[in-house]
């Protein structure tokens, strides 16, 4: 009888953690931002299954917003392996031949994008100044830019703005050569009467023009509230920049910015700093695959996967989270497939695979900077029980921003028992918040928490809620 009288205790236990209320402080801060109760789900546990789930909407498929990194860094680090690394490649389709004042190549320089999440400008010039010590001074042909590890090789074109702000850095939707995350950054300093405006580096062809742009009165932290989008006009020597809107007195800025075309930059960008080490380069710049045979002439790599995925996720950085998912597809793409559509094949695969149910996902490019992407809150807590679990769960670990301290959470739950010792995952769209990760509570376990908050009010007000639960889970004995 006693044995009979426990197990139905624990049958209602699991019952009523379906049901589960929401906590008092949660429900206050609800109540205090004006947010109905069903606006929020959740799955909380201890890891080590000590306490029954607490569940609400836990099956139903929300808006995640940027805890969708989770789902990639996972899969990621497990299929790709820690020490994956992208690469970037100088190729010719023949080995340079000797000429008068050095090595010449006959052709094209081919400058082939490997997912190198480290081509950056200082990067670019040390291929090229690897390829001008090795003797070479004479490239015959233009350049040849390869993108072809993903297909579409530009999946930026045709793609409908995500906001009103495509030239910010968060907007970017990388290709297999990311070069300088296919930004330039922008120095704007406000003047006595007026906007100064250069880029760093200075190309040649490049010209900027902040004289359409007024000076404002708002805090130089908000200088770009009244940003407009740029002008691009073609001139018989290159680019010349339109910078349009406000900009606040007394204030000075460096932005990264993607206004020019990428294919533009990269061109420019190889030309000037090939002729700054002293080589020459002929015409016929163009995109394209390498041909068979070529030879490779300077190579860079970029950081182990792991020393990657912690920038990535402490910063919630889209690019390269995007750039990640592409690498997922590109390893396991079948002949004809595009790249995001491998990608998406692997995810599910690896789901299936660790027993997650996938039935409220809906992917889209891996980051969470989606109004199409959806999870349950029960599909993110499998994913972090199984991430746990494995081999890379150190390096999983180490991603996550932790409360109060670095990352997506240095300004956030600072005071409380869950600072310093919750890690956990943001996400912010308009009408979606969330947090996702472990959090340590009073007696030394550590919970799976997924909480999401989708509303149309949710980015104004609904973080008091999240933060509310995190600390109330922080506090359990």
């Not at 929300?62 to 990621?76: F, G, H, I, Y």
């Not at 392996?81 to 004042?101: C, D, K, Q």
């Not at 996967?305 to 919630?316: N, Q």
């Amino acid at each position: 009888m006693r044995a009979w009288l426990y197990s139905m205790a624990l049958v209602l236990a699991g019952c009523a953690s379906l049901q589960a209320p929401v906590p008092d402080p949660v429900r206050a801060a609800l109540d205090k931002a004006g947010l109905p109760a069903d606006s929020l789900g959740f799955v909380l546990q201890p890891l080590d299954g000590s306490r029954p789930p607490l569940r609400q909407r836990a099956d139903d498929a929300m808006a995640p917003a940027s805890t969708m990194k989770l789902v990639t860094a996972t899969v990621a680090l497990d299929k790709l392996g820690i020490n994956h690394r992208g690469r970037t490649e100088l190729l010719a389709a023949a080995a340079p031949v000797n000429g008068v004042n050095g090595s010449v190549i006959e052709g094209p320089l081919i400058l082939r994008g490997g997912a190198d999440p480290d081509l950056d400008w200082p990067a670019l010039w040390w291929l090229l100044r690897q390829l001008r010590e090795s003797g070479v001074r004479e490239i015959r042909g233009g350049l040849i830019v390869d993108r072809s590890l993903f297909s579409p090789t530009r999946p930026d074109l045709g793609l409908p703005a995500f906001d009103e702000a495509p030239e910010f850095d968060y907007n970017v939707i990388p290709d297999a050569l990311h070069l300088n995350g296919s930004l330039l950054d922008f120095e704007l300093q406000a003047t006595a009467s007026s906007v100064a405006a250069r880029t760093l580096p200075a190309l040649s062809g490049l010209a900027v023009d902040a004289s359409a742009m007024t000076l404002s009165t708002r805090p130089c932290k908000d200088w770009d509230e009244d940003w407009k989008p740029a002008l691009v006009q073609p001139v018989a020597d290159g680019l010349l920049l339109k910078l349009q809107g406000a900009f606040p007195t007394g204030c000075r800025q460096r932005a990264p910015l993607q206004i020019v075309d990428r294919q533009w930059l990269a061109a420019h960008a190889v030309r000037q700093f090939w002729a700054e080490l002293g080589g020459s380069m002929g015409p016929g710049d163009a995109e394209g695959p390498t041909p068979a045979g070529a030879v490779v002439l300077a190579t860079h790599r970029g950081r182990p996967l792991a020393e990657v995925m912690r920038g990535v996720m402490k910063r919630s950085d889209n690019a390269l989270t995007r750039l990640v998912y592409l690498q997922l597809g590109a390893q396991a793409a079948r002949p004809d497939e595009p790249t995001r559509a491998a990608a998406e094949r692997v995810v599910r695969d690896w789901l299936a695979g660790h027993g997650v149910d996938a039935s409220a996902l809906v992917l889209d490019n891996g980051s969470g900077l989606s109004r199409s992407e959806r999870v349950s809150p029960a599909l993110l807590a499998g994913v972090l029980r199984a991430g746990q679990r494995g081999a890379q769960a150190p390096e999983l670990l180490a991603t996550l921003p932790i409360a109060g301290v670095d990352g997506t959470l240095s300004r956030r739950l600072k005071e409380g028992p869950a600072a310093g010792q919750a890690r956990l995952k943001t996400g912010t769209l308009r009408d979606a918040v969330g947090l996702a990760g472990f959090v340590p509570d009073a007696a030394g376990r550590t919970w799976v928490f997924v909480a999401l908050l989708n509303h149309p009010e949710a980015a104004r007000k609904g973080r008091p809620v999240l933060d509310a639960l995190v600390n109330w889970v922080a506090e359990q004995h």
